[in-house]
C-alpha cells in the first residue's frame, strides 16, 4: 500500500530554490538552569550541488543548525527552507537524506532488514540491493546491527539517508570514531554519490575532511557563523609562516628578528614567524643555514585563528 | 502504514527469544501446573471446566505481558535514536502508533494461541465453541489496556529497563488480579480494583459468567463491575501516556 503512485505522486521539485536557505535564525533552549543560545543569529544560503562542511567546536551550534534544517527541532526565531519547502515536508517527501550523529539503529534486526523496513516507508524507494551496494553495506548486509563496528553501523546510516534518492544530503560528523582506513571508505563512497549533483553538507572535526571533500567551508563558533568560504580562502586567513632550514644540531640557534615560536628537530630549525621574508633574509645572509624552506601556516592553524578571533595562533 | 515495515516489526519481536519466553511459554507451563496437572481441573464451572479457567487467565497474561513489552518498547525505540531515523522519513506519529498497536496486537494473539492449543489437547473443556472464540478474542482485544500501561511506562522512564520492571511488575498486578491463585477474603476485595481484575475476569466470563471461587465459598462479579475496572484502569494508564507523552516531545 506504499507503493501506490495515485496517493503518493511525488511533488513537484523545483530545482531553482536552493538546497538550504536558513534566514536569521535563532535557537534558544531553556532548562532547568540555565538557558543555552545554541545559534545566535545565523544566515546561510546553500546551492544545488555543492559540497560544503560545516566545521567549528563543539557546543558551536552545528547539531542544532542541521536538525533545524532536519525539521527535528524548530528555530525559536527566523526560517528555514529546504529546497524551497518547511523542512519537515521536505524530508517527508523524500528530499533530505541524513546521517545523523545521534541516529540509534534497531539492534536485533539485520543491516538488510533493517534498509529494508525503512525502504518500505518511502513511496519510491532506491532499490535495497542497490543502497546496500552504493553505500558499502553490502557485504555484511546479513550481520544483525548489534554486531556491527561503529564505521559499519555508519555505513547503515548512510545506505539509510540514500533511500528516499534525496536531493539534499546531510551528514553530521559521519566519520567520528572510525579509524583511517573506514574513513577514507566512507568518504570515496560518498564521493560516487556527489558526481551526479547531489547537494551534500557535512559537519566534521577533521580539517582534512574538509580540505579533500569540500568547495566551501562555513565556521561556526559559538552560535554564529564566522567564516564562510573556499578552503583555499580559509588557508590563507592565516598570516602565518614556517621557515624552517637545517642546522647543526650542536650549534646554538641565531636570534631572529619576528620570530614567535623556534623548535629544532632532526637537524633542522623551525621558525614560525608573521614576517617570512625577514627572516629568511636574515637567515640567508646572516648564518651559515643551508636548505631553507618556507611555508605557508596550515588549515589547522586557520582554523584554531578564527575560532580565537585573532591571529596570534 | 506500511506492511513491510509491520510484517518485519513483528518478526523481529518474535525473534526474540527471552521475551518469547515470558510471553508464550511461561503462560503455558503455568497453565500445565496450575491448570492441567491438579486434581480439580475437571470440576466444573457455568461455561466449562477449572482447566479452562486456568488456561483463559494464562492466556490473558501472557497477552498483557505482550502487549506491555512492545508499547513500552516502541515508547524508548522512538525517543531514542530510531525515532530520528522514522522522523526523516513520510511515516508519522499516526503510522507510527498504527504500526505499533498492530504489532502489539499480533504478538498478543502468540500466547493466546499458544495456551489454547495446549487446553485444547490436554483437558480444557468449555461448553460451547463461541465460548472458546469469545474468551481468546477478549484476552487479545482486552490486553491493549496494558499497552497504554506500557507506553506510560516507556515514556516517563525511557529505558529498555524500565519497561523491564513494568513488565516484571505485571506478575503482582497479575496476583493482584486473580490470576495465579483463588484470592479469599480481603485480599479479594482489594483485588477487584487492581488493573489486571477486570480484563482477566471480562475474558474468563465465557467460563465462569461471574462466578468467583474462593476458599470461603462461590462469589459472583457482575459484568458491569469488571468492565467498569477495565475501562477505569484504562483511562488511567491512558492519561498517564498522554501526559508523559507531552512532557516527552515538550522538551524538544
New interface residues.
Given amino acids: 500500500?506504499?507503493r501506490t503512485n495515485t496517493a503518493?505522486t511525488p511533488a513537484p521539485r523545483p530545482s531553482a530554490n536552493p538546497a538550504i536557505e536558513v534566514r536569521d535564525v535563532v535557537k534558544t533552549f531553556h532548562t532547568r538552569s540555565e538557558t543555552v543560545h545554541a545559534v545566535k543569529g545565523v544566515s546561510l544560503e546553500i546551492p544545488r550541488g555543492a559540497v560544503v562542511a560545516l566545521l567549528g567546536p563543539n557546543g558551536a551550534g552545528k547539531t542544532t543548525l542541521l536538525d533545524m534544517v532536519?525539521?527535528?527541532?524548530d528555530p525559536t526565531a527566523g526560517t528555514v527552507a529546504v529546497c524551497g519547502e518547511p523542512p519537515r515536508s521536505a524530508?517527508?517527501?523524500?528530499r533530505?537524506?541524513?546521517v545523523?550523529q545521534?541516529?540509534?539503529?534497531?539492534p536485533?534486526?539485520t543491516v538488510r532488514?533493517a534498509v529494508?523496513?525503512?525502504a518500505?516507508?518511502?513511496?519510491d524507494p532506491l532499490p535495497v540491493a542497490e543502497a546496500l551496494e552504493r553505500s558499502g553495506a553490502a557485504e555484511f548486509a546479513g550481520r544483525k546491527i548489534f554486531k556491527c563496528s561503529g564505521g559499519q553501523q555508519q555505513r547503515v546510516?548512510f545506505a539509510?539517508a540514500l533511500l528516499?534518492r534525496p536531493e539534499l544530503l546531510v551528514l553530521d560528523e559521519p566519520t567520528a570514531g572510525m579509524d583511517v582506513a573506514s574513513r577514507t571508505a566512507f568518504w570515496e563512497a560518498l564521493r560516487a554519490q556527489t558526481a551526479d549533483g547531489l547537494t551534500v553538507v557535512f559537519a566534521t572535526h577533521y580539517l582534512q575532511e574538509a580540505e579533500q571533500m569540500a568547495d566551501r567551508v562555513v565556521l561556526m563558533d559559538a552560535g554564529r557563523i564566522t567564516f564562510d568560504g573556499s578552503v583555499h580562502e580559509l588557508r590563507s586567513t592565516s598570516r602565518h609562516h614556517t621557515v624552517s632550514f637545517a642546522w647543526p644540531s650542536d650549534e646554538p640557534v641565531p636570534a631572529l628578528p619576528g620570530a614567535s615560536k623556534v623548535t629544532r628537530a632532526h637537524g633542522r630549525v623551525s621558525v614560525r614567524t608573521q614576517d617570512a621574508d625577514a627572516v629568511a633574509r636574515a637567515v640567508l645572509t646572516g648564518t651559515a643555514a643551508s636548505e631553507l624552506e618556507v611555508s605557508r601556516g596550515g588549515l589547522d592553524e586557520a582554523f584554531a585563528a578564527l575560532l580565537r578571533h585573532d591571529d596570534t595562533a | 502504514m506500511s506492511l513491510t515495515y509491520t510484517a518485519y516489526d513483528v518478526l523481529r519481536n518474535l525473534r526474540a527469544v527471552s521475551n518469547m519466553f515470558f510471553v508464550a511459554v511461561l503462560p503455558a507451563v503455568l497453565f500445565v501446573l496450575f491448570g492441567v496437572a491438579q486434581g480439580w481441573s475437571s470440576a466444573s464451572l457455568p461455561g466449562g471446566n477449572v482447566s479452562a479457567y486456568v488456561m483463559v487467565s494464562m492466556a490473558a497474561y501472557g497477552a498483557i505481558t505482550a502487549t506491555t513489552g512492545i508499547a513500552g518498547s516502541a515508547a524508548v525505540e522512538r525517543l531514542q535514536g530510531w525515532g530520528r531515523q522514522l522522523a526523516l522519513t513520510p511515516m508519522g506519529t499516526a503510522g507510527y502508533a498504527t504500526t505499533k498497536v498492530t504489532v502489539a496486537m499480533t504478538l498478543a494473539v502468540v500466547p493466546v494461541l499458544v495456551v489454547f492449543t495446549v487446553g485444547l489437547f490436554t483437558n480444557a473443556a468449555m461448553d460451547d465453541l463461541w465460548r472458546w472464540v469469545l474468551s481468546g478474542v477478549l484476552a487479545v482485544v482486552l490486553s491493549s489496556v496494558f499497552a497504554l500501561y506500557g507506553l506510560a511506562a516507556g515514556l516517563i522512564f525511557r529505558s529498555d529497563a524500565a519497561v523491564g520492571a513494568a513488565s516484571g511488575c505485571l506478575v503482582v498486578l497479575g496476583f493482584f488480579g486473580n490470576v495465579f491463585m483463588p484470592l479469599s477474603g480481603g485480599l479479594l476485595e482489594v483485588a477487584r480494583f487492581t488493573p489486571v481484575y477486570g480484563i482477566v475476569g471480562l475474558a474468563r466470563y465465557p467460563v465462569t459468567e461471574g462466578t468467583v471461587t474462593t476458599m470461603d465459598g462461590i462469589q459472583t462479579d457482575s459484568v458491569w463491575l469488571l468492565l467498569a475496572n477495565t475501562v477505569a484502569w484504562a483511562l488511567v494508564f491512558g492519561a498517564a501516556a498522554l501526559l508523559a507523552a507531552r512532557k516527552a516531545t515538550a522538551r524538544r
Fill in positions: 500500500m506504499n503518493t532536519l525539521g527535528m527541532t524530508t517527508s517527501h523524500g533530505v537524506g541524513a545523523q545521534v541516529g540509534g539503529l534497531l536485533d534486526v532488514e529494508t523496513m525503512i518500505s516507508l518511502y513511496p546510516r539509510l528516499p
